[in-house]
């Protein structure tokens, strides 16, 4: 049975990994570089939002988002675990970034990250109120939507696995913000939602900036990428236009 | 953090002419309560080199114990030690059980497994089928089995005796490469072709609703194209690589260039909070390993170069910082480096974790 193969041409014919001692140090730093951005994004989403749960208009809406809370926490652990088998000291890990910390709203970051987490950038600008924070749970939601679409077919399956679960738990939290629109729309706030669109929108796309191609094609022989970002930012824009649709936001 | 503990081995006993199952007993701490499908990583120092190995545990969950198989690999240091030397009353050490391949159980559930084992991976999948078989009695279990000849089938025996056990519910298909067996079907490699076979005569695969693969890489591949051809989606699909083809972790090799300083250690000053502590460290060595050596609380969460946590400022000598996914070009000019990912350069190195 032990016909050679290398893990390279392995992971380049859709092989899957299925812990840490089998994994090549390039591809290790790769991996773990993508379980911390999800990590780091959803403890600093959750953290976000935890500000937010006071601002609800009603008790519903602050259920929903102290739902949203739990569960991005509950969902940064079930990645979190991950890290841990790779030696990362999760408890520490959990703690040593200031996870509610935000940049000035009008900050020109880009998709640079700040110094001290993996969280996406776009993490780092601060929400302004309710209406705000539900249209960013919206934006960010089908964007963050795209990219567990891309993590459930990663080659470490222990990541797909945990992803899988997660996934719905995500695509719960967009429908949240879909319906708490409605009812903002009900109330007359479509012109604030409509202005916190445009300073989202412009701000979560980064997410999806370009690649180097070289790059890219590595991470796609590891079996740890497969659509491009361009693909997955045309989906994610198809998506958040529709959804403007529904809520007859897009005049 | 994941950590060691102790285990006393209580048992060694041989399954095939080069593979023993090792009984162990926790000795001294630690979480050792399995999930089927479970692995232990091993540690030990051979010449000073400290290797770390993971065996499946081959018991069921409700065996009450705690078993690895290792099957000995040509040149591999540990699986040869493990099966020439190890003795009842050795010392083991081990993490806590880990891995995911593995499928929560539901003894309401009437659900048909099907698992695929190539030579030593039956380790996991026995542990898996043992333990499925009877925690769900409804539900059934294919076992399809690839081993070079008869005399290379481990755990042989409990198989047939488990085989009269689960009568009806359990199905063990050896398929071997290079001793004849009265089907033609069950001679040769399980690739995807001998799958379809399979799935055309022995195993219906429409009824399947989760699929085990223990291998080599070229059969993991081979059954899992047969199996998504016939419809299973990635979910239901477990894999677990096991670790015959892994290069070991061996510690870094000294690149020897013309810059660097002639002395095989470097004189290490560290920083943090506030106060500075002197040591001797090995050029082969992370600056946050020798640190945490020299018992500093050195400040770490990924040790992998990516989350940054454990940068610190190189202020005199050179490291080398073989990755870096976190710190900006203007940091690093500024002398950060993740100290993670930084081997001593020069025979004196100082840095501070506190700027």
């Known amino acids: 049975m032990a016909e050679d193969m290398s893990i390279e041409s392995y992971l380049s014919q859709g092989g899957k990994l299925s812990n840490p001692t089998n994994v090549p140090p390039r591809y290790r730093a790769e991996l773990m570089k993508m379980m911390a951005t999800f990590v780091d994004s959803e403890l600093a989403g959750a953290a976000g939002f935890a500000d937010v749960i006071n601002a609800g208009p009603g008790i519903k809406e602050r259920i929903a988002a102290a739902k949203i809370v739990l569960e991005k926490t509950d969902n940064a652990d079930a990645v979190l675990r991950l890290l841990g088998e790779f030696g990362a000291d999760t408890a520490r890990y959990a703690t040593s970034h200031p996870w509610t910390s935000r940049l000035p709203r009008d900050s020109e970051i880009g998709s640079r990250r700040s110094e001290h987490d993996m969280r996406l950038s776009v993490l780092n600008y601060p929400l302004d109120g309710w209406v705000d924070a539900v249209t960013m749970n919206l934006c960010m939601g089908l964007a963050v939507g795209q990219q567990l679409g891309e993590l459930q077919q990663v080659s470490y399956q222990p990541l797909a696995d945990a992803i899988r679960r997660v996934a719905p738990i995500e695509t719960r939290h967009v429908e949240l913000a879909e319906e708490g629109l409605a009812r903002l729309v009900e109330q007359g706030q479509s012109d604030a939602i409509k202005a916190s669109v445009a300073y989202w929108r412009p701000r979560v796309e980064p997410m999806f900036g370009d690649v180097p191609q070289e790059r890219f094609e590595q991470l796609r022989n590891w079996g740890l990428r497969h659509r491009s970002n361009g693909e997955l930012g045309a989906s994610w824009n198809a998506q958040l236009d529709k959804s403007l649709d529904r809520l007859d936001l897009t005049a | ?355």
């Open chain 2, 1 to 355: 953090m994941a950590r060691f503990h102790p285990l006393t081995v209580t048992d060694v006993r041989k399954t095939i002419r080069d593979a023993v199952v090792v009984s162990l007993q926790p000795a001294d701490g630690g979480d050792f309560d399995f999930t089927q499908g479970q692995y232990l990583t091993f540690r030990r120092e051979f010449d000073g080199t400290e290797l770390r190995r993971s065996y499946s545990i081959c018991a069921a969950r409700s065996d009450g114990l705690l078993q690895v198989g290792i099957k000995k690999v040509d040149g591999g240091a540990f699986s040869t030690w493990a099966n020439e030397d190890l003795q009842p009353g050795d010392t083991l050490e081990a993490m806590e059980p880990m891995g995911s391949f593995f499928t929560p159980l539901d003894p309401t559930q009437a659900r048909n497994y099907l698992g695929f084992a190539g030579g030593s991976g039956i380790t996991p999948v026995l542990s898996i089928l043992k333990t499925t078989l009877r925690a769900e009695p409804r539900s059934t279990f294919t076992l399809v089995y690839a081993n070079r000849g008869v005399n290379t089938i481990m755990f042989r025996e409990e198989l047939e005796d488990l085989k009269n056990e689960y009568m009806g519910r359990l199905t063990v298909i050896h398929v071997l490469e290079s001793d004849a067996q009265d089907i033609d079907l069950f001679t040769g490699r399980v690739d995807a072709e001998k799958c379809a076979a399979l799935f055309r005569h022995w195993i219906d695969i429409t009824t399947i609703d989760t699929a085990f693969i223990c291998g080599p890489e070229p059969m993991m591949l081979g059954i899992a194209a047969a199996l998504r051809e016939h419809g299973l989606d990635d979910a239901q699909i477990k894999f677990e690589l096991f670790a015959s083809a892994q290069p070991g972790r061996l510690k870094r090799k000294a690149t020897a260039t013309g810059d660097t300083g002639s002395a095989k250690t470097t004189e290490a000053s560290v920083t943090l909070d506030g106060s500075a502590r002197s040591f001797t460290m090995d050029k082969d060595q992370t600056v946050l390993d020798a640190a945490l050596e020299n018992a500093i609380d050195a400040p770490y969460a990924c040790k992998a170069g990516v989350c940054s946590t454990c940068r610190c400022k190189v202020l005199e000598g050179e490291v080398e910082m073989v990755a870096n996914h976190a710190l900006e070009d203007y940091e690093v000019q500024r002398g950060y480096v993740l100290s993670c990912q930084s081997f001593p350069v020069t025979d004196r190195v100082v840095v501070d974790f506190d700027q």
